[in-house]
């Protein structure tokens, strides 16, 4: 089994920023695409971020995928030597307060964000809360 344990949450003012790591043990995280995933007070798991096992793995050349509402202001990354997955989150909205999970997908060819979905998760983090005040 692979484990993942998010930390860095806290509490934000908005416009601040923080830096959620995810550190993985079990399993490498080479062998996976890595993920964040974002749920706020009676709301639906939605993705946030995804990073490919390496770059030029997708259709499109791109490494790295974000969904709209954090283009720009976050930035996945993934640190095999170190078996850590990572996002730098920046110019933090109120609407990005949520528990935040790390999650591992194991490839299945495809390499878009939309197949970084609850229902691909191989493995799951327990979480980390982030609360931007405005």
């Known amino acids: 089994q692979m484990q993942l344990v998010e930390s860095g949450g806290g509490l934000v003012q908005a416009g601040g920023s923080l830096r959620l790591s995810c550190a993985a043990s079990?399993?490498?995280?080479?062998?996976?695409?890595m993920g964040w995933f974002r749920q706020a007070p009676g709301r639906a798991l939605d993705v946030v971020a995804a990073?490919?096992?390496?770059?030029?793995?997708?259709?499109?050349?791109?490494?790295?995928h974000y969904a709209d509402s954090v283009k720009g202001r976050f930035t996945i990354s993934r640190d095999n030597t170190n078996n850590a997955a990572y996002l730098q989150m920046n110019s933090l909205k109120p609407e990005d307060t949520a528990v935040y999970y790390c999650?591992?997908?194991?490839?299945?060819?495809?390499?878009?964000?939309?197949?970084?979905?609850?229902?691909?998760?191989?493995?799951w983090g327990r979480g980390t809360l982030v609360t931007v005040s405005s």
């Open positions: 990073c490919e096992l390496v770059a030029g793995i997708s259709r499109s050349g791109a490494e790295t």
């Open positions: 079990g399993r490498s995280t080479s062998s996976y695409r």
């Open positions: 999650a591992a997908v194991w490839p299945n060819g495809v390499y878009v964000l939309s197949a970084m979905n609850p229902g691909a998760v191989d493995f």
